[in-house]
Every structure is written in structure tokens, then in C-alpha cells.
């Protein structure tokens, strides 16, 4: 018989995950025997839940009904009843879909219709959006923003857009006095989390929770003392294994761009919330930041700076190659041509 991971496996190969389906995967590694027998049935059929009362959902799992109970409670439900409407709220969502938009996990051909590469894109996006803010443990990080707000410094370590999405987490904490950094390049990173203390914090961005180069520097920053925090599509990533705190993203794969839109947006989602809950703990000392930064770059925003008008380009005709010189009477004003001289002839 397949061991519990083996069977995990097998269930999230198919369509892309729901909200209740994330939560179990989750968990899925601190689900004791029993509940995972439950789990795995709703992962198979989600509906039953719709169609079956609790006591037959747990002869379908071989269990009891207070197992079903209990499982409902370790993946962040009160009982049954709040199992069902979130399965039910899953169900109408995908349901509701167009046949295109829901169908966002295939990859683009080259056939494609732009509308279709429209809908499937803002599908996408939008779900992961969705999924993201259900899944996410606010407790979690209203801690999180806590320990920042005491801490003497914030390292964030990411990869490839991983980075722009930390990269827009420092910009937001730096504008409220956080003291932060962002590392892509492993041995500038290493460096940094070397120097990390107890006070300090540090947060790795990754997708799917596998570069090495984020696990190595979110590992060493660990070692010390650092509270240290994934945030991640894969909370059984090895990422999560070497962090303390885990924040999951919910987005689906197989797009054309190699990095994942889908993935970035989720990210910067969570930034972004690590960002106001963290302003929240001490407003005044964050609208007075945020008040101070603002002032600093009024001179730059002036209406009034006049700018030098673009000089005229060569263009090539594309069928004789040939220099077109002329000046667009839309940019000048007039008729006249310039030669490469600068000489004005009418």
C-alpha cells in the first residue's frame, strides 16, 4: 500500500487546488492516520462533502464521525457545517468560470486567441488572489508584524522574480523605518545572514520552495537566531522545513512565461499585508515615516519642470533600407526637414 506522501502525490496531480484542498496540503504532514483517511476522501471527491451528512462521510473514510470532526478542526474549520460551505463556496466559484477561464492550469498554445490568452491570464490571477487571502493564517501574521516592527533588521532572500517580490516588501518596510534588505546573489546573501542575530528577522521567497540558494541563506540566518519565514506555494517545500514561520501562496503552473505571473502576484499579495499589519502596529510612528518620505520627494513631482524635447530619429523605410529623415509635423509643428547636419531646408 502507497504511504501517505505517495498518495499525496497522486491526489494534487489533477485539476488545480481549491481553497479547502491548499488547507489540506498544508497540514498534510501533521494529519495524524486517521484524519488523513478523511482527508484523502475529500481530496478525491471534494462534492461528497455537499452530498453526504457527517456519518457517512466517515464510513466512506472507515472512521468515526468524530475523526471527521477533528479533521475539520486541524485544517482550520470550526466543524462540518463550515467544511461544507467552504467546499460549496469552491464548487459555485469554478462552476461560475467559462470553459476557458476555468481551465487554467493547461499551458498556451501557439493558437491561441488573445481574448482567450485575456480571460485564461486574468483567471488565473484573480483565483490565486483568492486563494491566497483564504488560506492565509492572519494570526500568524499579525505576529509576524509584530516581531518585525521590535526587530534591529529584516534580511529577505529570494531568486528570479522571488526577488521582485521581496524587493517590493523592503520598499514598503524601509518607507516605516524598517531597517531591510534583499539578497539574490547567494554569497552576498550568506554574508548578511552570518551577521544575524536574535532581534533580526528573515523572510525567503520561493514558489515552489526548492531553490537552493533561498534554503541555504534562510538556513543560515536560523542558525543565528534569526526567526525565519517562508513564504511559499508548498508548505512541505524544504523552504518550510528550515523555517520557523510559514506563509503559503496559492497559484497554478504550466503558463508559457517560465516564471509564473500568477506566483508573483500572490507573493507581492502577501507583502503587501505583511506591509499594512505592520504599519498598524505603530501607526503614528508609521504616518509619521510615511509623512517625512513623501515630503522628501515633492521637489521631484513638480508640474513645472520643464523638459528638453527628444531630438529627431533616422528611420528606415522598410522596404529600400533607405534613411527617412523627415520630422514628424506632429512633434514640430511644421513641414520642414533636418538632414543629419541639423540644417534646416524648406
Not at 464548487?91 to 482567450?116: H, K, M, N, Q, Y
Amino acid at each position: 500500500m502507497a504511504g501517505p506522501d505517495a498518495m499525496r502525490v497522486a491526489l494534487v496531480d489533477g485539476a488545480p487546488a481549491t481553497a479547502v484542498q491548499n488547507r489540506i496540503h498544508a497540514r498534510w504532514t501533521e494529519l495524524p492516520a486517521a484524519t488523513l483517511r478523511v482527508a484523502q476522501v475529500v481530496l478525491d471527491d471534494p462534492r461528497l462533502v455537499l452530498d453526504l451528512p457527517i456519518n457517512e462521510l466517515a464510513e466512506r473514510a472507515g472512521t468515526s464521525p468524530a475523526t471527521v470532526t477533528r479533521f475539520c478542526r486541524q485544517i482550520g474549520y470550526p466543524g462540518y457545517v463550515a467544511l461544507r460551505m467552504s467546499v460549496a463556496t469552491d464548487v459555485g466559484r469554478t462552476s461560475a468560470l467559462p470553459p476557458r477561464a476555468a481551465d487554467i492550469g493547461r499551458a498556451f498554445s501557439a493558437d491561441d486567441a488573445a481574448e482567450d490568452v485575456r480571460s485564461t491570464l486574468l483567471a488565473g490571477a484573480v483565483r490565486s488572489l483568492q486563494q491566497t487571502a483564504e488560506s492565509v493564517d492572519l494570526t500568524l501574521l499579525r505576529r509576524l508584524a509584530e516581531v518585525i516592527v521590535g526587530s534591529r533588521h529584516v534580511d529577505l532572500y529570494g531568486v528570479g522574480s522571488s526577488a521582485l517580490a521581496a524587493e517590493t516588501l523592503a520598499t514598503r518596510l524601509y518607507r516605516i523605518g524598517v531597517f531591510c534588505n534583499v539578497w539574490s546573489e547567494v554569497h552576498a546573501g550568506l554574508t548578511s545572514a552570518v551577521v544575524q542575530s536574535e532581534d533580526c528577522v528573515a523572510i525567503g521567497y520561493s514558489h515552489t520552495g526548492r531553490t537552493a540558494q533561498t534554503i541555504q541563506m534562510l538556513q543560515e540566518a536560523g542558525s543565528r537566531g534569526s526567526l525565519t519565514v517562508a513564504i511559499t506555494n508548498d508548505a512541505a517545500s524544504p523552504l518550510a522545513g528550515v523555517a520557523e514561520l510559514v506563509i503559503q501562496t496559492s497559484a497554478f503552473e504550466q503558463f508559457l512565461q517560465p516564471d509564473d505571473l500568477a506566483a508573483y502576484y500572490s507573493q507581492v499579495y502577501v507583502s503587501d499585508l505583511i506591509y499594512v499589519l505592520t504599519a498598524q502596529v505603530d501607526f503614528d510612528r508609521s504616518s509619521t515615516h510615511l509623512a517625512a518620505s513623501a515630503l522628501a520627494v515633492v521637489p521631484h513631482r513638480e508640474s513645472g519642470v520643464r523638459t528638453t524635447p527628444r531630438p529627431a530619429r533616422t528611420r528606415r523605410t522598410a522596404r529600400t533600407g533607405r534613411s527617412d529623415d523627415t520630422v514628424s509635423s506632429r512633434s514640430t509643428g511644421s513641414s520642414d526637414h533636418t538632414d543629419r547636419q541639423g540644417t534646416t531646408t524648406a
